[in-house]
């Protein structure tokens, strides 16, 4: 969970009796950004951010960008945090991709020169950055409730993965990866590196590409 699905009763309750026992790393995870709605648990995030720093990519391909505030937010900070590279994210609805621009450009200045941000639900948008990379280095799956829309974007990305590769999906045991576990599953391509379930997520999984 993160503060932003609390209720107002559970928002006092965390402020006086469990945030002043957070650290402040904790705390960061958990909140995000005020004024810029995030998804993800805090648990998510932090296995998302440490990910990114982990491997390192010159680019990181998400789809699923919202209001920016949680997966797009924490993997913009990770390329911050390692001074270079950028997260390419995909939004297929305007008023969202619209409200996460100009909240960036506003008030993350900052983080701005790391996040490259698509409007579309097309993953083909993805192809020029492939092509300057050469390779799917890091992905995010996080689009809609679709089992066969998400199979379409693995099978999109499968071609530009390399050893290494790292495949990062939401919402792992609904039926938005069903099809895609199933692949992954059954192929010897790949191995799980990371799975989180309940209580600290609704379904996380990474994948390393051998």
């Not at 006086?16 to 805090?42: A, H």
């Not at 990062?168 to 199933?182: G, N, Y």
Request: cysteine-free.
């Amino acid at each position: 969970m993160n503060v932003q699905a609390l209720g107002s009763g559970q928002r006092l309750a965390y402020r006086w009796l469990v945030r002043p026992f957070l650290s402040k790393v904790e705390r960061e995870f958990f909140e995000g950004i005020p004024g810029i709605p995030g998804q993800l648990y805090r648990a998510e995030r932090r296995a998302l951010y440490e990910a990114i720093l982990a491997r390192a990519p010159a680019y990181a391909f998400e789809i699923g960008t919202f209001n920016g505030g949680g997966s797009t937010y924490f993997s913009a900070r990770a390329f911050a945090r390692l001074g270079r590279g950028r997260l390419i994210t995909l939004e297929i609805d305007p008023l969202l991709q619209a409200r996460a621009v100009e909240l960036y450009d506003s008030r993350l200045p900052a983080l701005r020169q790391h996040v490259e941000f698509l409007l579309g639900g097309d993953p083909a948008l993805f192809q020029p950055y492939l092509q300057t990379a050469g390779a799917a280095e890091f992905v995010f799956l996080d689009g809609a409730e679709h089992a066969e829309q998400s199979l379409a974007q693995f099978r999109f990305f499968e071609p530009w993965f390399r050893t290494g590769s790292i495949l990062v999906m939401h919402d792992w045991e609904t039926e938005k990866m069903r099809l895609v576990r199933q692949a992954l599953t059954q192929s010897p391509n790949w191995r799980a590196r990371q799975i989180l379930g309940e209580p600290d997520s609704i379904g996380f999984a990474l994948y390393e590409h051998l």
